[in-house]
């Protein structure tokens, strides 16, 4: 099957997941953590369970650049023999392998991005993405700054080359994002620093921005810039139970953080062309320990269902469910490429 590009226009009125993953975390298996793993097939079929058209799709983690002992002990260590010479190389190259030869037949179902460490041998990376750009379809960009340990600030330095590999393709961002004082590599501040230097590239910052009023309100005054849902069912546990990793007091927004659906409502009243929808598939649940700064760990335990995260979506009237699964989600995609 030749390999192809989707348009904007073939998204019209398809309900996309904005953040799923697919791959495999070494880390977390060996640490007997949750989740640990996705197959490509295996996230169809959760596909056709929620009614759900399209994914966005990007690789689990960076493990295989990493000393596993030392990420077993919470450190993101370089190996000294790593079986990826860079960081997320041959997740990404697993990835697209899977979208486009492993499973062809399913590839109209799934946009990938590529995933980068935005500090840890920038030159390196770009140059495998140019291999794989040449060689299949890219959508977009995904940074979680946590699991490699590297501050998103990067991004404005040593790693600016991303930026330009980006704009270069117009190419999306899609940010993994925090609040919690704790952590130190993901913060929404450091974030919206980077969204704001480069008003020509678009950019999504997920997990609700934590229900931090004041950062919604910054990214939603953006015209270049989307906040996801992802794993919108735990966020909500961990406001409810006043969390530090969630915004708290006068600094939250107004909901009725006793139940996702309204917490979802409430969000998409307050920014309508700002929110986007996503699963965070399979880490709609997450329970796992993680290195959150220099001396500070998290242990997670928080467990939800894809269900949820699909019935959050389908409890808004149509005309909202449809906007943030697909009109957002396609200017996000697709920025001035989208004509109506």
């Not at 295996?42 to 994914?55: E, F, I, S």
């Not at 689990?60 to 990826?84: N, Q, T």
């Not at 140019?130 to 890219?138: C, V």
Request: proline share 7%.
């Amino acid at each position: 099957m030749a390999i192809r590009h989707i348009h904007p226009e073939e998204l019209s009125d398809k309900r996309i997941d904005v953040h799923a993953h697919v791959g495999v975390s070494l880390k977390a298996f060996a640490a007997m953590e949750y989740p640990y793993a996705q197959t490509l097939e295996g996230l169809y079929y959760r596909q056709r369970t929620g009614g759900v058209d399209v994914n966005v799709v990007f690789p689990l983690g960076p493990d295989l650049f990493f000393d596993p002992h030392a990420l077993l002990a919470g450190d993101a260590v370089p190996a000294a023999r790593p079986l990826s010479s860079v960081p997320y190389g041959i997740e990404n190259q697993m990835l697209l392998r899977e979208v486009f030869t492993f499973c062809p037949e399913l590839s109209p179902r799934f946009l990938p991005f590529v995933s980068v460490d935005p500090g840890r041998k920038v030159d390196e990376q770009l140059e495998l993405l140019e291999e794989l750009d040449r060689d299949y379809p890219l959508y977009g960009i995904k940074i979680a700054p946590v699991l490699c340990q590297t501050p998103i600030a990067r991004l404005l330095d040593r790693g600016a080359g991303f930026l330009d590999f980006a704009r270069d393709r117009d190419l999306p961002f899609l940010f993994h994002t925090t609040v919690d004082p704790n952590e130190s590599y993901s913060q929404a501040s450091a974030t919206l620093e980077v969204v704001e230097a480069n008003p020509d590239l678009r950019f999504c910052l997920a997990h609700c921005i934590a229900f931090h009023r004041g950062y919604l309100d910054r990214a939603a005054a953006l015209e270049n810039c989307w906040v996801d849902t992802s794993a919108l069912a735990i966020q909500v546990q961990l406001a409810a139970s006043g969390s530090s990793l969630t915004a708290t007091g006068s600094d939250r927004i107004d909901a009725d953080f006793s139940d996702p659906n309204r917490v979802l409502r409430a969000l998409v009243e307050a920014y309508p062309r700002t929110i986007l929808w996503g699963t965070d598939s399979p880490a709609y649940a997450y329970i796992c320990r993680r290195r959150q700064g220099e001396d500070t760990f998290e242990d997670f335990r928080l467990k939800a269902r894809y269900e949820d995260e699909v019935a959050a979506l389908e409890s808004l009237p149509p005309s909202e469910c449809q906007a943030i699964s697909s009109h957002n989600t396609v200017r996000f995609l697709f920025g001035n490429k989208v004509t109506k």
